[in-house]
């Protein structure tokens, strides 16, 4: 037997609390009540997706450091 079970945040008990960002508050509004998996799994993929660029970022900028660090951490290691 497949149970699914889901934890519903309810709008208008969360819009009680008015120290919301303008964007969070936004996106309580558009939905009837907030599923938690569902916004815990689209907060997820923005967090990876921010990883993704940043670390893409770094490489881009960083390159020549990042090339040093590991040319360094190769000479310690042939040491130990």
Known sequence: ????????????????????????????????DIDLRVALGEYQVSVEEF?????????????KELDEVSRIESELAKLS
Do not use: A, C, G, P
């Open 1 to 32: 037997m497949n149970e699914k079970r889901q934890i519903l945040l309810e709008k208008e008990t969360m819009l009680k609390w008015k120290k919301w960002h303008r964007d969070s508050r936004k996106y309580i509004i558009s939905h009837k």
């Open 51 to 63: 990883y993704k660029w940043f670390y893409e970022k770094v490489q881009k900028l960083y390159s």
